[in-house]
């Protein structure tokens, strides 16, 4: 306390200047117009600019409960998107979430993913109390990334596109082309689309997409595009080399896909004792 005293009696003729001087502002700034306007507009750039730093830091800190949301968003849109049937939709259906429901999405972050090995898998921290089980697909918002092999009771082990077990029913976008997507091991930007018949139209730069033959996938999950193709060895198909559209060694957030009809389906599927 003493210290401030001596302070405030060494200074006191600088004090006594900054306390008239600061008077003399107020009384200025509000006996005239001019300089109080002058003064606001100062004040809200002081201001907007403190708080929008301010905000900025917020946001930063803010993204990971953001990016959930987000990935909520995507799952729900999703699930509306393939569970709508395009060719009997009514136009007054189109704003209504009373869908006739065949897909389940649920959202999934990757712990770990291998692409360099001939057989690559990825672990996502949803297991069997998240529901999931063997044999969902699982994507990404690019596009294909494999299907659910084993699960524990908070992880799953994925079989990724880039394995050489993986067989993926794919298509032609453009026409009812039917072939499968396998890996060469080559390139983790390609797979390969095999079993296409030589009368296709195939170009390059067109869509490949999921087929929708199976219960795995539904019909139209992008995968790629074409990037060059050939016949194969027996003279009956094309050999096409598939761009995909995900960068398969940079997955951080997944779609698990849950084909809830699936075991009907399967069901009619097995052969039948005579």
Known sequence: MQQIINFVLRNKTFLVFLLLFGLSLFFTIQ??????????????????????????????????????????????????????????????????????????????????????????????????????????GVITSQGIVGIVE???????????????????????????????????????????????SKFAPVAIGDTIITGGQSTIFPKGILIGTVNSYKIDSGGDSYVVNVKLFNDMTNIGHVFVIENLQASEIKSLQKPKDD
Not at 93 to 113: C, I, P
Not at 173 to 191: D, F, R
């Open 31 to 136: 006996s005239h117009s001019y300089h109080k306007s002058k003064f606001i507009n100062s004040s809200n750039v002081v201001t907007g600019t403190v708080y929008k730093t301010a905000n900025s830091v917020g946001q930063y800190f803010n993204l990971a409960k953001e990016n959930k949301a987000l990935l909520e968003e995507n799952r729900m849109l999703k699930s509306i998107v393939h569970n709508l049937d395009v060719d009997t939709m009514k136009p007054a259906f189109k704003d209504s979430l009373k869908l006739d429901t065949h897909y389940k999405f649920r959202t999934a972050s990757v712990y770990k993913n291998s692409y360099s090995q001939s057989t690559n898998y990825l672990t996502i921290n949803k297991g069997k109390k998240d529901s999931i089980k063997v044999d969902y």
């Open 150 to 196: 084993n699960t524990s009771q908070n992880f799953s082990s994925v079989l990724s596109i880039l394995n050489t077990r993986s067989r993926i029913n794919a298509q032609l976008k453009k026409t009812n082309h039917i072939g499968s997507l396998v890996w060469n091991t080559e390139s983790p930007e390609y797979a390969q689309l095999i079993d296409i």
